[in-house]
Structure formats: structure tokens, C-alpha cells
């Protein structure tokens, strides 16, 4: 019942892996905690009806412990194998998703791979952006990953764009401190994406307000630029306004903060 019961598992995981990642692996551990319950509630019955069995002193009860201790012995040579085979489909899996999901990360010598923007809302993805036409943007993506690879939050604070007036030392710093959190995790992608419509419309009129010394974007908005991570509990993204001055490209900020 216990290998039957695991078999059927299996091939639950198998079919369900895809679902079960995107909903933060939370899955896993519950056909795990289910499978401990069985094992706990059949081993009790088990030794329950052995110790009727050995109180009544039934003719059969020779036969019943026999069997018992075959199955207790199957389950202990089988189980461990089952849930390594578990695991090993569940890392194939992950595996498979993250090679067709996006580009590894590259080394430190090559540029960055060519990327599939998405929009900044859930509901809707943006064209695909031909960055690699683009030489200024690629320079600012080849900075952010070198900065990324060296963990150096300086380099990449670096390449912020702040407003005369909020360029302070306490501000440079409180960025830093914020992008030495996001240099913790792994990186997998650096995307360029285009702003969707809707953001854009927001953007402007933000740039747009009167009078002119009310807080705006520290320069026009133009493109996206997405650090995608992985995390326990599956992938975390983190988005950036870009925008370009005097031929250079740059990660915008708002009030000496990035949006």
C-alpha cells in the first residue's frame, strides 16, 4: 500500500512539477508531509493488529508477522530508492524549465545574451525589444553585469542617474545599501523591455506637471531594464526605468530613488 501509494505520488509530481514551482513549491512538501501521515497510520494499524493477533494467539499469526516484516523490508529497500527517484525528476524538471525559461548567465568577458522583454504589469508583455542595435544600451547592461558579478553595489549605483538636488552622499548611500540586497541573490538575465503603454501614459504625466519643481523622473523614461533572480521559493524580478542623456544610458530615479 505504502509503494503503491508512493508510485502514485510520483507520478503526480511528475505531472504537476510545472504547477507546483509557479505556486512556490509548496507541493512538495505537502505530498511529503501526506506520505509521512500514511506511513505513521499503516505502521500503527500494522503493529495494532499484530499484538491482537499475538493476544489471541491466533493459528495465522506466524503467517501475519512473516508478511509483515517481508513488507516492513520492502518498504525500507524500495522508499529511499522511490524518493530519490522523485527528486532526480524534479531536478530534471527544474532544469528543463530553466534552460527553455531564458538565458544563463553569461561569463565575464562576453556580453549578455540577447533577451525576450515583458512588460512591468502581470496582465500584459511587451514587443520585443531589439536592444542589440543599440550600443549605448548594451554598454549600460555590460556594466550592470559586471557590477552583478563583482558585487560591487558601488559600480552599480554608479549607473543611477540622480537630480542635481537629491545627488547627496546620504542618498548615493541609501541606494547602495538597497542594491547590496539585490546583489545577494543569484542573477540569471539582465532584460531590456519596452514601457508598456499604460505605464508610459502614468510616466508623463508625472513629467509633465506643473510647476517644475514638483518631484519628476530624473530623466524621460525611454526603456526597461529587469534583473530576473532565482529564490527559494522560484524566481524574483526587479524592474528599472532607463533613459538616455547625452548619448549614455543611465537607471532613473525618482526623488534620488529608483521606481
Known sequence: MLLLGG????????????SINRSGGWGWLLVAAIYVVA???????????TAASLFRRESHRR??????????????????????????LRRQHDEA???????????ADSLPPA??????????????????QNPQILEL?????????????????????FEERFNTPEVREANRNQVEIL???????????????KGLVEIMKIQK???ARQVRYSLDPRMMLRIRQEALNGRVERSFLIGEQNGKWHIITLAGHTT
Open 97 to 107: 524549465t530553466r534552460a527553455s525559461a531564458g538565458p544563463s548567465r553569461p561569463p
Open 141 to 161: 547592461k555590460a556594466k550592470i553585469w559586471e557590477a552583478i558579478r563583482t558585487k560591487n553595489a558601488g559600480a552599480f549605483v554608479d549607473c543611477f542617474h
Open 183 to 197: 546583489l545577494r541573490g543569484e542573477t540569471i538575465a539582465v532584460e531590456i523591455l519596452e514601457i508598456p503603454s
Open 7 to 18: 508510485v502514485a505520488a510520483a507520478l503526480w509530481l511528475v505531472f504537476e512539477a510545472k
Open 39 to 49: 506511513i505513521t497510520l499503516v505502521c500503527f494499524a500494522c503493529a495494532l493488529c
Open 209 to 211: 506637471a506643473r510647476p
Open 115 to 132: 533577451t525576450i522583454p515583458l512588460a512591468a504589469d502581470k496582465s500584459s508583455s511587451a514587443p520585443v525589444t531589439r536592444d542589440g
Open 63 to 88: 503467517l501475519s508477522i512473516a508478511i509483515l516484516i517481508i513488507s516492513c523490508l520492502v518498504v525500507s529497500a524500495f522508499g529511499p530508492n522511490l524518493i530519490r527517484a522523485v527528486n532526480g
